[in-house]
């Protein structure tokens, strides 16, 4: 082994920090040692009664005993331990109780914490200070100690002060190294997270994934649908910029109010991710649109060159704000790709029933007496081969948000034509 393997434990920054965390513990310590050393004295003393010495232990153990199982204490260690002993342990779940095995779990390791640290911090005043006596006569000091004060006769001999006060000191820091490390590797036993707290992280985590998958979705809609637009007013605007300056002029403001739009949706999204200085998100008030401004996206996607024959029945302005909303992205959407992929005019319908009969258009595993059914079917030519292009994340959205409003989509060539059909549950009584 080499002179860096046996000295470098006593020099690493690692060995520094938790040195500092057991000498945390020490001190922590020393209102219990306090009270142990009162309670002590009283049981010496005979003139004390022995009943209120029992009675007063009593309540000082309980008292004692109780932050050691407290959810703060746990916490406070978690933050020690990952900052001073380097473990990576997650932070506790807000708002989760925890339950009675992770209690005992972190009170056994606070008790370690403060009986290690109170034996280091022992050691610090005691042994540290004689090894400095030891040390103190060979380098030409006078430490003002002689064999009657009790240390022996290596104190007058330079070899053996010197020897002694060495090992005193390299033992010193073996022993704060050895018990470091040690802790580092039980921290994540004792204070690691608990079943229920691992289960809550994972709901969190699965959450944020949604939320990211939503605004993913939301961006590719949105700005999908107005670039598509875009390219298609300015294509043609190309076309005929000599023969029509007119129809020139309206497709750049098409263009124009297309990309506002998107820009207003694109606000709206990064406004759910940017945090203000206080840590907590700023969403933007920018209202979404939803099957209200149905009449404005076929107008826009009618401007753009693509002929839509829409169908709309049924109060659409009084669907429920998230069922209107997910409906309009669909509709957006299956435009977007009827632009994209498909060829011809567009056949759009939008149905809002009254009433729904039981049984009559219910989804496989939804009860039929409690929900009206939006119905949204797109028809459009298709351009190539079958489904060409119609497979990508424009119809995973789309099904992402049926799904997640509990309804039902297809999608597929149906003879000549690409046909894609949306049911969304709308409960009874429910209205925007």
Do not use: K
């Amino acid at each position: 082994m080499s002179l860096w393997g046996v000295l470098g434990p006593l020099v690493r920054g690692s060995t520094w920090r938790r040195a500092v965390f057991l000498l945390l513990g020490g001190v922590l310590a020393l209102p219990y040692a306090l009270l142990a050393a009162a309670f002590a004295q009283m049981l010496g003393n005979d003139d004390v009664p022995r009943a209120v010495v029992f009675g007063l232990l009593l309540v000082a153990v309980v008292l004692a005993a109780v932050p050691v199982f407290l959810a703060g204490s746990r916490a406070l260690e978690i933050a020690a331990a990952r900052a001073l002993l380097a473990v990576d342990l997650p932070e506790p779940a807000a708002g989760h109780r925890i339950d009675r095995e992770t209690r005992v779990r972190a009170a056994l390791w606070i008790a370690l914490h403060l009986l290690t640290g109170g034996l280091v911090l022992f050691a610090a005043i005691s042994a540290l200070p004689m090894a400095l006596v030891f040390l103190a006569g060979p380098i030409g000091l006078d430490p003002g100690v002689s064999r009657a004060n009790g240390f022996g006769p290596l104190i007058a001999n330079p070899v053996g002060a010197t020897l002694t006060g060495t090992v005193l000191l390299v033992g010193l820091g073996y022993a704060v190294a050895g018990l470091g490390a040690l802790a580092a590797s039980m921290a994540p036993v004792l204070l690691g997270p608990s079943q229920g707290e691992r289960i809550a992280a994972l709901e969190a985590r699965a959450a944020r994934l949604a939320e990211r998958n939503r605004l993913a979705r939301e961006l590719h809609d949105s700005v999908g649908h107005a670039l598509t637009v875009a390219t298609l007013q300015a294509g043609a605007a190309r076309e005929l910029l000599d023969v029509d300056p007119e129809f020139t002029r309206r497709a750049l403001l098409a263009i124009e109010e297309t990309s506002r739009h998107a820009m207003d949706d694109l606000d709206h999204v990064l406004g759910l991710l940017r945090e203000s200085d206080g840590g907590r998100t700023r969403v933007s008030t920018a209202p979404q649109p939803t099957l209200a401004r149905l009449d404005r996206l076929v107008a826009d996607t009618r401007a753009a060159g693509l002929a839509v024959e829409s169908r709309v029945s049924g109060a659409v302005g009084e669907l429920p704000a998230a069922v209107s909303r997910e409906g309009y992205r669909i509709v957006q959407e299956g435009l977007t790709n009827a632009a994209r992929h498909g060829c011809g005019p567009v056949t759009l319908r939008v149905d809002v029933p009254e009433a729904t009969a039981p049984g009559r258009g219910a989804a496989p595993d939804a009860p039929s007496w409690n929900c009206r059914w939006l119905e949204i079917e797109l028809l459009n030519g298709l351009r190539g081969a079958a489904g060409s292009g119609r497979g990508g994340r424009g119809l995973a959205g789309m099904r992402e948000r049926v799904l997640l409003l509990g309804g039902r989509l297809t999608a597929g060539p149906q003879g000549d034509r690409w046909r894609v059909r949306a049911s969304l549950p709308v409960p009874r009584g429910e209205t925007g």
